[in-house]
């Protein structure tokens, strides 16, 4: 299950079912330069999150220029592939202007306006059934 939690009380905010090569899209207001950011991943065998991709418009403050293993311009957008990068979790301090979906599988979990403005988020894969008290 792909769970969405408050970092401090616990919270379960969402939840959805996900497995092994499941696709996670997170997206993004970059704070500064306000221009959209999308990260792509995937689940791997150890229920990790692998980054796979990330989209952009522009170069700005904070966005590396390196990242990957393939880079391109396409549609406007600049591309970042085959990246690789393991995550455990993913942690932010959610708003309700920067954090926009989060989708798994072609299903929205969750919006960033869904969440708590200003909280702290953890985004994880964890075993088990859905949780019977949602």
Not at 49 to 78: E, K, N, W
Request: glycine letters at 8%; a negative charge.
């Amino acid at each position: 299950m792909l769970r969405v939690y408050d970092r401090q009380k616990g919270t379960l905010y969402a939840e959805a079912p996900a497995s092994v090569d499941s696709r996670l899209f997170f997206g993004w207001m970059h704070s500064l330069e306000k221009i959209p950011w999308n990260e792509y991943y995937h689940v791997n065998e150890k229920h990790n999150l692998v980054l796979d991709s990330i989209t952009f418009p522009a170069f700005g403050a904070g966005i590396p220029a390196d990242t990957g293993g393939i880079c391109y311009v396409r549609d406007g957008l600049i591309h970042m592939e085959e990246i690789g990068q393991v995550f455990t979790e993913l942690v932010w301090l959610n708003s309700h202007t920067a954090t926009q979906d989060i989708v798994l599988d072609g299903m929205l979990v969750t919006r960033g306006s869904d969440l708590p403005h200003h909280a702290g988020i953890r985004l994880l894969i964890e075993k088990g059934e859905k949780n019977a008290t949602r």
